[in-house]
């Protein structure tokens, strides 16, 4: 029984460990090949694309509560909102966050944006709005956050419906999934945005225990960003 948590906490690691590998070797190896004709944007994108089949795997061999029925009547309200509010609260975070005076010196922030505005608009929608949500909401919502937060319950992969985690589990699993989805991103600002970020999409997944919702919301928040800052 002793051995149970620490194979929880490798399965956590390991697919986390195992992306940030993956992502940025295919990165560095598509930056050297192909963003003289394609611009870094594009070399971003072919890196998630590779990288989402393998979440893919980790996720649905996670341990985790997971709600697959599609929803119904108060549900797709209730998923509704959690979208909507999630998008205007991105979009908010976002304004005050790069309004901030640490946007003035943060060198990796600006270099972090130019590569989010390379390319045309289609390779900016695609990347943004649609490759990095899957992406990052299977890796920090499902496979982190809801492993930690199952990690209060009782069942298997096998189990439906597992015993109800504590309410620290589920704290737990928003928080340590936001700090480190911030953290990823590897600047000071971009830390804080995807923080508040985190806490909001961890939140939706943590009540809803469906996967796509985060990644709707995720996506929606990332065009609309996309859009006000175009020009």
């Known amino acids: 029984m002793r051995e149970q948590p620490v194979r929880r906490i490798i399965d956590i690691v390991y697919p986390l460990f195992f992306y940030y590998i993956l992502y940025y070797c295919l990165q560095i190896l598509f930056a050297y090949l192909l963003i003289d004709s394609f611009g870094s944007l594009f ?12 979440m893919v795997f980790f996720y649905r061999r996670a341990i985790v509560i997971r709600n697959v029925a599609w929803p119904k009547g108060k549900e797709w309200m209730e998923c509704v909102a959690w979208i909507i509010g999630i998008a205007l609260l991105g979009v908010g975070a976002n304004v005050l966050v790069s309004n901030l005076p640490l946007a003035d010196w943060s060198e990796g922030y600006r270099k972090t944006s130019e590569i989010l505005r390379d390319g045309n608009l289609w390779i900016r929608i695609l990347t943004n709005a649609v490759a990095v949500p899957i992406l990052e909401e299977l890796l920090y919502r499902g496979i982190i956050c809801g492993q930690i937060e199952a990690w209060g319950s009782v069942g298997s992969a096998k189990t439906p419906k597992p015993k109800e985690p504590a309410m ?3 704290v737990a699993a928003v928080v340590v999934s936001a700090v480190i989805f911030g953290a990823l991103h590897l600047n000071v ?3 804080l945005y995807a ?7 961890g939140a939706a997944y943590i009540r809803t225990h469906r996967i796509w919702v985060v990644i709707v919301a995720h996506g929606i928040t990332n065009l609309a960003v996309l859009l006000m800052t175009m020009g």
């Not at 923080?195 to 999409?201: Q, R």
Request: glycine share 4%.
């Open 168 to 170: 620290v589990y589920r």
């Open 195 to 201: 923080f508040l970020m985190g806490l909001f999409l």
């Open 189 to 191: 600002i971009q830390f």
């Open 43 to 54: 070399c971003l994108l072919l890196a998630a694309v590779i990288c989402i089949p393998f």
